[in-house]
């Protein structure tokens, strides 16, 4: 497991955040005592190296939009029967959705912010919304369109909705401490390298530190 950590001038670290990538946009976040699950989606339950006690002991489950990539109605079922008692926070949209499948969940809870769906090739995308979890991590879900961030940023830079460029310049503008690029499933090993390389390249000179999580890989950062 990796360690990385926000360089201070004389003051210590505040927190320290675990973050494991479990593919594509789903993360486990443990962060001051609590763990949160986000975005349980279908390509991460799919997977033959999930396991679903990887996501044993869940606090709270937040599940930015509807699209099967960010929930999978088994995955939060089977977190749900792991989880310390947990919540699944959602929006009103998804709160209906998951009704229907016999999945209690709450529209409130976990701060939020605003980040709209991006249009998608079939046209406008479903209600969408961002959280910020812990004071520490921010997730837009499925949006370039937001304005503030946690000092962590998970940030979709490769989806059919947007682009590299884009993910790049939304970064610069909210300027996060660190980025864990997010939402890659549609890219291979080769792909994946080269893209981040790019965006490496185009957020160091605003000290932005892009660190890059492989799917089932752990990493603690320091804020």
Same mark, same amino acid.
């Given at each position: 497991?990796?360690?990385?950590?926000?360089?201070?001038?004389?003051?210590?670290?505040?927190?320290?955040?675990?973050?494991?990538?479990?593919?594509?946009?789903?993360?486990?976040?443990?962060?001051?005592?609590?763990?949160?699950?986000?975005?349980?989606?279908?390509?991460?339950?799919?997977?033959?190296?999930?396991?679903?006690?990887?996501?044993?002991?869940?606090?709270?489950?937040?599940?930015?939009?509807?699209?099967?990539?960010?929930?999978?109605?088994?995955?939060?079922?089977?977190?749900?029967?792991?989880?310390?008692?947990?919540?699944?926070?959602?929006?009103?949209?998804?709160?209906?959705?998951? %009704?229907?499948? =016999?999945?209690?969940?709450?529209?409130?809870?976990?701060? @939020?912010? +605003?980040? $709209?769906?991006?249009? !998608? &090739?079939?046209?406008?995308?479903?209600?969408?919304?961002?959280?910020?979890?812990?004071?520490?991590?921010?997730?837009?879900?499925?949006?370039?369109?937001?304005?503030?961030?946690?000092?962590?940023?998970?940030?979709?830079?490769? %989806?059919?909705? =947007?682009?590299?460029?884009?993910?790049?310049?939304?970064? @610069?503008? +909210?300027? $996060?401490?660190?980025? !864990? &690029?997010?939402?890659?499933?549609?890219?291979?090993?080769?792909?994946?390298?080269?893209?981040?390389?790019?965006?490496?390249?185009?957020?160091?000179?605003?000290?932005?530190?892009?660190?890059?999580?492989?799917?089932?890989?752990?990493?603690?950062? =320091?804020?």
């Amino acid at each position: 497991m990796d360690r990385i950590y926000a360089r201070t001038e004389g003051i210590g670290v505040c927190v320290e955040v675990t973050i494991t990538k479990l593919v594509h946009a789903c993360l486990l976040v443990d962060v001051g005592g609590m763990r949160f699950l986000i975005d349980p989606g279908g390509f991460t339950w799919d997977d033959e190296r999930f396991v679903p006690s990887m996501v044993e002991g869940v606090d709270r489950i937040l599940i930015t939009h509807e699209h099967a990539d960010h929930v999978s109605y088994d995955f939060v079922r089977a977190a749900l029967e792991r989880s310390n008692g947990a919540e699944v926070e959602t929006t009103d949209n998804l709160v209906g959705i998951l %009704a229907e499948q =016999g999945i209690e969940a709450v529209a409130s809870g976990t701060p @939020r912010f +605003v980040a $709209p769906h991006e249009r !998608i &090739p079939f046209g406008p995308g479903p209600p969408n919304t961002g959280f910020h979890v812990a004071g520490a991590v921010s997730h837009p879900g499925d949006s370039h369109s937001f304005n503030q961030t946690m000092p962590i940023l998970a940030m979709p830079f490769v %989806a059919p909705w =947007g682009s590299l460029t884009q993910g790049v310049d939304r970064v @610069r503008l +909210v300027k $996060p401490r660190f980025v !864990i &690029p997010v939402h890659d499933w549609f890219l291979s090993d080769p792909g994946r390298g080269f893209m981040y390389r790019l965006a490496h390249a185009a957020l160091a000179p605003d000290d932005i530190e892009l660190v890059v999580v492989d799917d089932f890989s752990t990493t603690t950062i =320091g804020i």
